[in-house]
């Protein structure tokens, strides 16, 4: 009934650019707040992105210029272009979204942030 993929993860040097994608076989997605978020070893997981139906995004002050969200309602899909990442960026990014106050998750695609 819900179902998110995460995928684009990997290996990438610090400064460079990676796009995560999460494909959404949901009902209703063009209604729904889509977000990602991300958890690095023995940190909580937070909110990095989301972006409303109406296409009002939010973001973690953390990445705020270098990130961006975006959704295609007919690919239903979901985005994370990253830019100028860091190490601290390093963390296993999932896709969310919240359905009648449950939460669903996708099972993460891990990418690291190293030279």
């Known amino acids: 009934q819900v179902q998110l993929v995460e995928s684009g993860g990997g290996l990438v040097q610090p400064g460079g650019s990676l796009r995560l994608s999460c494909v959404a076989s949901i009902s209703n997605f063009r209604l729904r707040i889509m977000a990602w978020y991300r958890q690095a070893p023995g940190k909580q997981r937070e909110l990095v992105a989301s972006?409303?139906?109406?296409?009002?995004?939010n973001y973690v002050d953390s990445v705020k210029g270098r990130f961006t969200i975006s959704r295609d309602n007919a690919e239903k899909t979901v985005s994370l272009q990253m830019d100028s990442l860091k190490p601290e960026d390093t963390a296993v990014y999932y896709c969310?979204?919240?359905?009648?106050?449950?939460?669903?998750w996708g099972q993460g695609t891990q990418f690291t942030v190293s030279s």
């Open positions: 972006i409303t139906s109406t296409g009002i995004t």
């Open positions: 969310n979204v919240r359905i009648s106050g449950s939460d669903s």
